[in-house]
């Protein structure tokens, strides 16, 4: 079993800040866990806009806080996301996300994450590797 809070990873490595300046991602579950997938607080910040493309993975977003404009990017189709709203990224689809305010969302990733990774030039993350399971303590 682990047991995780948010709190303790803050400035961990599992504490990732993206380059572009426009989002930051709390990783509390990582493909070192081997549990077959990744789950993570996200954080956009309000009046930016982010472009993202997980070519390599199906992601499934929980909005907790704030509110943002969806784009889909492939269909011009635009959705208004707030609390309580879920969209899932089932055929990798481009997409846009423009905060009005600090929007933040509970994130699964499938395969997982390592961490590590930050959005390409075109907005994907990399495929995933195999990693080895880590030991936790907790």
Not at 30 to 38: P, Y
Not at 51 to 80: F, I, K, N, S
């Amino acid at each position: 079993m682990i047991v995780r809070s948010f709190k303790e990873i803050e400035g961990t490595d599992r504490h990732v800040v993206g380059a572009s300046g426009t989002w930051e991602s709390k990783r509390i579950v990582l493909a070192r866990e081997q549990v077959g997938f990744s789950l993570h607080e996200t954080t956009l910040y309000a009046g930016t806009e982010t472009t993202m493309w997980y070519a390599h993975h199906v992601e499934a977003v929980l909005c907790v806080e704030g509110e943002a404009e969806l784009t889909d990017e492939e269909t011009g189709e635009r959705h208004w996301i707030t609390p309580g709203t879920m969209y899932l990224l089932d055929g990798h689809e481009r997409h846009t996300l423009r905060p009005k305010t600090d929007f933040r969302c509970v994130c699964v990733f499938n395969p997982p994450v390592t961490g590590l990774e930050d959005h390409d030039r075109n907005g994907a993350y990399p495929p995933p590797e195999p990693i080895a399971r880590q030991e936790t303590g907790s």
